[in-house]
Nanobody, 124 residues
Framework: QVQLVESGGGLVQTGGSLRLSCVVSGRTFSITAMGWFRQAPGKEREFVAAISWDGRTTYYADSVKGRTTISRDNAKNTAYLQMNSLKPEDTAVYYC?????????????????WGQGTHVTISS
């Protein structure tokens, strides 16, 4: 059974940083592309960042580019989302997702499994 478990969310002041983690079990992580998405209250889920199975390809949403880094540690079956210079508009539930074809994508329909989400709240 494939499971994705996010952690690292919380309450942070504007300008602060957070690192989200996503541990994947039940599937070979090293050939899995990973994505991060978020959903703010009253809004649709949106793409944040993605990384290919080998880490060579990454994509970022324009809204987070330059202050967010996606990475992975295949030895730990874990993907990370480092977010800096956080803004109130970054407040959302953050979800990680796994694409077993190994190709990074901005499209949510390309992902096969999703985590339950971790809450991120940025206070002004």
């Amino acid at each position: 059974q494939v499971q994705l478990v996010e952690s690292g969310g919380g309450l942070v002041q504007t300008g602060g940083s957070l690192r989200l983690s996503c541990v994947v079990s039940g599937r070979t992580f090293s050939i899995t592309a990973m994505g991060w998405f978020r959903q703010a209250p009253g809004k649709e889920r949106e793409f944040v960042a993605a990384i290919s199975w080998d880490g060579r390809t990454t994509y970022y949403a324009d809204s987070v580019k330059g202050r967010t880094t996606i990475s992975r540690d295949n030895a730990k079956n874990t993907a990370y989302l480092q977010m800096n210079s956080l803004k109130p508009e970054d407040t959302a539930v953050y979800y990680c997702a796994a694409n077993f074809r190994g190709i990074a994508s901005r499209a949510p329909y390309e992902y096969d499994y999703w985590g339950q989400g971790t809450h991120v709240t940025i206070s002004s």
